[in-house]
């Protein structure tokens, strides 16, 4: 099996800084685990299914990247699946401040598991799955963002908002 990690996330959407961070991440690790939290403290745009396809159809060619759901902590299924690591990406120094403080509680949970922080490369550093949700919804280009298939999932789920209100 070899060395296995988690990148842990909501996704909601993907985006072009998401992918980045876990080829990265499989150039170190045997298996990254892109592991979508099922229950983030958010509301989210996309229901959790949505959310899973649309990554698993980024890393369709990606042999050493699996796209899977969990819920509860994120360390108890880090050591659920055999990982020894949690991969974190790094893109502002606000980022860092909150993922050292998550990193070091999750140290306390699990000693055994270590963060891996993969600094942003910055061409990506802008994009936030947030901001990819705010220009969607006011119906900008988010094509540089995200790849064609989530661009494509952005304009109908907005869609199917707008026309269910």
């Keep these: ?6 990148y842990p996330a909501s996704l909601d959407p993907i985006h072009f800084g998401h992918i980045d961070i876990a ?4 150039k170190i690790f045997d298996q990254v685990i892109v592991a979508i939290y ?10 959790l299914e949505q959310r899973v396809a649309l990554a698993q159809q980024c890393f369709t060619e ?9 819920s509860g902590l994120t360390v108890n299924f880090a ?13 502002v120094f606000g980022d860092f ?3 050292f403080r998550m990193g ?14 993969i600094l942003a490369d910055e061409k990506y550093m802008y994009i936030s799955s947030s901001t990819v949700r705010e220009v969607g919804e006011l119906g900008g ?25």
């Design 1 to 6: 099996m070899g060395r296995i990690a988690v």
């Design 23 to 26: 080829l990265r991440a499989s």
């Design 38 to 47: 099922a229950n983030p403290k958010k509301n989210v745009l996309f229901p």
């Design 62 to 70: 990606e042999k050493r990247i699996t796209v899977v759901s969990y």
């Design 79 to 91: 050591r659920e699946v055999g990982a020894l690591a949690l991969i974190r990406g790094l893109r």
């Design 97 to 99: 401040e909150f993922e």
């Design 104 to 117: 070091m509680a999750n140290k306390k949970l699990a000693p055994d598991v270590e963060t891996v922080a």
């Design 141 to 165: 280009d988010v094509s540089k963002m995200v790849p064609p298939h989530v661009a494509q999932a952005i304009i109908e789920r907005y869609e199917f908002l707008r026309q269910s209100s």
